[in-house]
């Protein structure tokens, strides 16, 4: 039976990552050599997501409800349309995996949105993150709470 599965989990692996690097490209998206991929990203838009995604993540993983909450906040926010928010959203997954881990994506990409746009950012972002978090029911949590209050405290500073 493994056998018989192997070969198709192959192919969706590499239709996975080449959905990736199609969307790294529209976006502008390149790595540079010797710095890591969290740090390489040019645009706030990416960051921002990959932020929403380490957030959810961080909580135990991202639910459904957060996942349409947060495609239709990067549409609504970016104003963008339903294919570029899911390429989006394809880099953002991407980048957290790559900083190995949502804590951690969450400093780096904070840092990285701080540098790319300043402390303007933040109440869109925090807007964002607080729809994301009433998606899951985790409004309340303390966890989440002290999340988006780093976040806060890495960009505003």
């Not at 950012?121 to 303390?142: G, K, W, Y």
């Amino acid at each position: 039976m493994r056998l018989r599965i192997t070969p198709g989990l192959g192919r969706d692996l590499i239709a996975a990552a080449r959905d990736v690097r199609t969307a790294a490209q529209r976006f502008g998206y390149r790595q540079h050599a010797d710095v890591h991929p969290g740090d390489s990203v040019d645009d706030p838009r990416i960051a921002a997501t990959g932020l929403l995604i380490a957030l959810s993540q961080s909580q135990g993983g991202v639910s459904a409800p957060e996942m349409e909450v947060i495609h239709a906040e990067v549409q609504r926010v970016f104003d963008i349309d339903s294919d570029e928010a899911d390429e989006l959203i394809s880099i953002g997954r991407w980048l957290v995996e790559q900083c190995e881990g949502p804590h951690p994506a969450m400093h780096r990409l904070a840092r990285r949105l701080r540098w790319l746009s300043g402390p303007a950012v933040l109440p869109d972002l925090v807007a964002m993150s607080e729809a994301v978090s009433a998606a899951a029911h985790r409004a309340e949590s303390d966890e989440m709470g002290e999340a988006i209050a780093d976040i806060r405290r890495v960009i505003a500073h």
